[in-house]
């Protein structure tokens, strides 16, 4: 049981008492008898799930926590039974990135989170050379007011990302309490929970077997840019599994071999480029790739012309995240999300289908 009760100076009843713990406005609390230890450790013990540890210390450190009138200067002031700890949650401040007009198709929305089906071109988050544009600008538009902070600041929560030019699924964070349940949930990579994310790609050739393993080490390539995979145990390899079972075949031949295939990957892992390097690994790199896969551009010069006129144009890696599963971080309901395939690579797959 809780050693204290929080309530906002402004009204004392009880109403007030069991508000949003991180909604902004004042909020004091008693401790207990049995109250030590760190400032910051116990504020957090005292209002989970609404606000983290780390949240917490930034508060104290802008000046927001008081105990017994006195502002607290350090996260690690210790606490004393019968302190009161006075602390001022801040409207969330306005993102840097601002809200622009751009079209989304939206899957579910509600004042937790949202799940879009990500267009081809679109980046996730601004950085260098993508400052607008991008997916956060987007929701920030788009969701206005219901974005009630992250990180005490008013932007969507992104939790796991796709590439500019993969399309399908994604869930992102409308307030800490989402972000942290659903950043959880993507780090444990459904080994304890409901979490499930599957793709859809076409790549070249014909791997080996009807399903498949790849555990193979990613860190960055040479270049700095790409990744690859890496058997050392530089500060950045990260260990790395994709499972792969193949759905299609394109063109098989008495030989063995075929065109390409449209395989299913599910992710035990969620690396940079996980699914493009691997499958580039075992030599069945994604149609489209230039960056793991740009040698076998060639490859369509044995195909027929209709189909080599199709398969070149394609403007981007034969990549779809068509499957995403997840627990709902209020409800605890189990949330099932599916996207079809895009209408490119469904003229792709149609395309090599005809052979």
Same mark, same amino acid.
């Given at each position: 049981?809780?050693?204290?009760?929080?309530?906002?100076?402004?009204?004392?009843?009880?109403?007030? @008492?069991?508000?949003? @713990?991180?909604?902004?406005?004042?909020?004091?609390?008693?401790?207990?008898?049995?109250?030590?230890?760190?400032?910051?450790?116990?504020?957090?013990?005292?209002?989970?799930?609404?606000?983290?540890?780390?949240?917490?210390?930034?508060?104290?450190?802008?000046?927001?926590?008081? /105990?017994?009138?006195?502002?607290?200067?350090?996260?690690?002031?210790?606490?004393?039974?019968?302190?009161?700890?006075?602390?001022?949650?801040?409207?969330?401040?306005?993102?840097?990135?601002?809200?622009?007009?751009?079209?989304?198709?939206?899957?579910?929305?509600? #004042?937790?989170?949202?799940?879009?089906?990500?267009?081809?071109?679109?980046? /996730?988050?601004?950085?260098?050379?993508?400052?607008?544009?991008?997916?956060?600008?987007?929701?920030?538009?788009?969701?206005? #007011?219901?974005?009630?902070?992250?990180?005490?600041?008013?932007?969507?929560?992104?939790?796991?990302?796709?590439?500019?030019?993969?399309?399908?699924?994604?869930?992102?964070?409308?307030?800490?309490?989402? *972000?942290?349940?659903?950043?959880?949930?993507?780090?444990?990579?459904?080994?304890?929970?409901?979490?499930?994310?599957?793709?859809?790609?076409?790549?070249?050739?014909?791997? @080996?077997?009807?399903?498949?393993?790849?555990?193979?080490?990613?860190?960055?390539?040479?270049?700095?840019?790409?990744?690859?995979?890496?058997? #050392?145990?530089?500060?950045?390899?990260?260990?790395?599994?994709? $499972?792969?079972?193949?759905?299609?075949?394109?063109?098989?031949?008495?030989?063995?071999?075929?065109?390409?295939?449209?395989?299913?990957?599910?992710?035990?892992?969620?690396?940079? *480029?996980?699914?493009? /390097? $691997?499958?580039?690994?075992?030599?069945?790199?994604?149609?489209?790739?230039?960056?793991?896969?740009?040698?076998?551009?060639?490859?369509?010069?044995?195909?027929?012309?209709?189909?080599?006129?199709? /398969?070149?144009?394609?403007?981007?890696?034969?990549?779809?995240?068509?499957?995403?599963?997840?627990?709902?971080?209020?409800?605890?309901?189990?949330?099932?999300?599916?996207?079809?395939?895009?209408?490119?690579?469904?003229?792709?797959?149609?395309?090599?289908?005809?052979?």
């Amino acid at each position: 049981m809780k050693n204290a009760t929080p309530f906002t100076e402004a009204d004392s009843d009880r109403e007030a @008492q069991d508000a949003d @713990q991180g909604q902004p406005g004042a909020q004091t609390l008693v401790a207990g008898e049995d109250a030590e230890g760190r400032l910051d450790a116990w504020l957090a013990a005292e209002l989970e799930p609404d606000l983290s540890r780390s949240r917490i210390k930034a508060l104290i450190e802008a000046g927001a926590v008081t /105990v017994n009138g006195v502002t607290a200067k350090q996260a690690k002031h210790k606490i004393h039974p019968g302190d009161r700890v006075e602390l001022e949650m801040p409207e969330p401040e306005d993102p840097d990135p601002v809200g622009e007009d751009i079209p989304l198709e939206i899957l579910y929305e509600d #004042d937790d989170l949202i799940v879009i089906n990500k267009q081809a071109g679109l980046v /996730v988050h601004p950085g260098a050379g993508n400052w607008t544009g991008t997916l956060v600008n987007a929701l920030i538009h788009h969701c206005g #007011d219901s974005l009630s902070g992250i990180g005490g600041v008013r932007r969507p929560g992104i939790v796991h990302r796709l590439d500019r030019d993969t399309t399908g699924v994604m869930v992102v964070a409308k307030n800490d309490l989402a *972000h942290r349940h659903l950043a959880e949930q993507f780090a444990d990579h459904g080994l304890t929970g409901p979490l499930e994310r599957a793709y859809q790609a076409i790549v070249w050739g014909k791997p @080996q077997g009807l399903k498949g393993t790849i555990n193979a080490s990613l860190g960055r390539a040479r270049d700095r840019i790409r990744r690859a995979v890496r058997t #050392d145990h530089g500060d950045d390899v990260r260990h790395a599994v994709t $499972h792969y079972l193949v759905c299609e075949r394109y063109e098989e031949k008495p030989d063995g071999t075929c065109a390409a295939t449209l395989v299913e990957c599910r992710l035990e892992t969620g690396r940079t *480029h996980q699914i493009r /390097v $691997h499958m580039a690994h075992i030599g069945h790199p994604l149609i489209g790739d230039l960056d793991y896969g740009g040698a076998f551009r060639t490859k369509a010069n044995r195909l027929p012309e209709e189909v080599r006129n199709v /398969v070149n144009a394609f403007p981007r890696q034969a990549l779809h995240a068509f499957l995403l599963v997840f627990e709902h971080p209020t409800s605890g309901e189990t949330l099932r999300f599916e996207a079809p395939l895009p209408a490119d690579m469904e003229a792709l797959r149609a395309t090599l289908a005809s052979l």
